[in-house]
């Protein structure tokens, strides 16, 4: 039996290792251990199942379908998770096409103003403005045969953020309690999030800090640490706040960061802000300016005094992450 390491499937498939921790923490994918092995490797039935997934995501298929689609039995099942997802493109389409037409009259009156020499005002049609309130249209007609080029590029087009996708924020100065795992099952992420939960629980810490914050990120990112990684977590106390041990207490000295925000397991996102960066002509990568041990981007869980009051299926279901990259203003050359 044929076995591929977290780290090829990782590059092979262009999937961050975090990505395939959380399918599989989801239950997407099982990896198999071998004896005196420390990594994750995965059999080819896994690497099959990666595939398909990869494809319905491509599709804009949410976790929680792709699931049910790839786990049932019952095929009216999956017909309906196609349908409902269909549904929701239609909207889109049909939103988009309204945006369209919208965009072309504005177009043509502008171009008529020209000659009239008068000066359009775009409040005047009401019949303009209830068409833009209600944004609803006949739907674009789409051509019935698409290849796997059109997939492709179709999902490049999709799978890129733009200016309105990320914020740039300025992360002031915390003083944090930070908890690190680098072994144990269900994984260093789950084994972490249930010590900054029960933290939370024993120090009463929505009275104490109403507005606490919750961030994680891997540490360390190295062979040693069974699947390449440990995982660290920080949550915000007050500055004069002790802590026990295994707690420790840092200090983040804040900064500028690129923020995009995700719902639950939409990890591949990360790649997307990273060649955004990349792409910006106003921000550079800020590595030098990183805490010690952060490996790459952070993740908020935002809201966390709400998130802290979920469980289970609700809290995955509600639950959104800022990913945060730290980054400078380029300089002028």
């Not at 395939?20 to 995965?42: C, F, H, N, P, W």
């Not at 491509?58 to 049932?72: E, F, G, H, M, T």
Request: hydrophobic residues 40%.
């Amino acid at each position: 039996m044929k076995l591929t390491t977290i780290t090829e499937i990782s590059r092979e498939m262009n999937l961050s290792t975090r990505t395939l921790r959380y399918y599989e923490q989801i239950g997407l994918i099982e990896s198999v251990k071998k004896d005196d092995y420390a990594y994750r490797t995965y059999d080819e039935a896994t690497v099959m199942r990666l595939q398909q997934i990869l494809v319905l995501r491509k599709l804009r298929i949410p976790l929680k379908q792709i699931a049910l689609i790839l786990q049932s039995e019952n095929t009216t099942e999956i017909i309906n998770a196609f349908q409902e997802n269909l549904a929701e493109v239609d909207d889109e389409i049909t939103a988009l096409s309204t945006i369209r037409d919208i965009i072309n009259t504005f177009i043509s009156r502008l171009k008529d103003s020209i000659h009239e020499d008068i000066k359009l005002n775009l409040l005047d049609d009401t019949a303009l403005l209830e068409a833009v309130d209600a944004l609803t249209v006949q739907k674009i007609a789409l051509k019935e045969e698409k290849t796997a080029a059109d997939l492709e590029q179709a999902s490049e087009k999709l799978n890129k953020l733009t200016d309105r996708d990320v914020r740039i924020i300025y992360l002031p100065p915390m003083t944090v309690a930070a908890i690190q795992v680098t072994d144990g099952e269900p994984g260093p992420e789950a084994i972490s999030g249930d010590m900054i939960f029960n933290f939370i629980k024993a120090n009463n810490l929505p009275s104490i800090m109403p507005g606490f914050r919750h961030f994680g990120f891997n540490n360390p990112e190295l062979p040693q640490y069974g699947d390449g990684h440990g995982y660290e977590r920080w949550v915000t106390i007050p500055d004069d706040f002790q802590v026990a041990e295994p707690f420790t207490k840092k200090h983040f000295p804040g900064g500028l960061y690129a923020a995009h925000m995700i719902p639950m397991g939409a990890f591949e996102e990360g790649g997307w802000l990273y060649e955004w960066i990349n792409a910006s002509e106003k921000y550079d990568l800020n590595w030098r300016s990183i805490v010690d041990g952060v490996c790459g981007y952070m993740e908020e869980h935002l809201n966390a005094p709400h998130h802290y009051l979920w469980s289970g299926e609700e809290c995955d279901k509600r639950l959104q992450l800022d990913l945060l990259f730290p980054i400078k203003e380029k300089e002028d050359k």
